[in-house]
């Protein structure tokens, strides 16, 4: 069984930069076929889709977030991270972790983290 385990500040301040690390355990972020995404949700809105990557270090983005967004991943811990620069209040968000494959949908997910930019 895999599970995801997203983690990092709930509160920041504009103009800040958010971190925010999916920790996975039951299975391996190198194992072939794999995609590991960053996926938000803003109050009262549907998912978005940010960014993500692959089983092989290649990583994906949002056109829309592409530069303020980074994603980076640890093997040794079996953790991927997301870096997002400038937060407005319009970043605030329930940001969740999740994994597809390139021939199925999302089959994991985190149980979501929220994170509020505010001053």
């Known amino acids: 069984q895999v599970q995801l385990q997203e983690s990092g500040p709930g509160l920041m301040k504009p103009s800040q930069t958010l971190s925010l690390t999916c920790t996975v355990s039951g299975g391996s972020i190198t194992t072939n076929r794999y995609f590991w995404s960053w996926i938000r949700q803003p109050p009262g809105k549907g998912l978005e889709w940010m960014g993500a990557i692959a089983y092989s270090g290649s990583t994906y983005y949002s056109p829309s977030l592409k530069s303020r967004t980074s994603i980076s991943r640890d093997t040794s811990k079996n953790q991927f991270t997301l870096q997002l620069s400038s937060v407005s209040p319009e970043d605030t968000a329930v940001y969740y972790c999740?994994?597809?494959?390139?021939?199925?949908?999302?089959?994991?997910w985190g149980q979501g983290t929220q994170v509020t930019v505010s001053s």
């Open positions: 999740a994994r597809h494959s390139t021939i199925e949908p999302y089959d994991y």
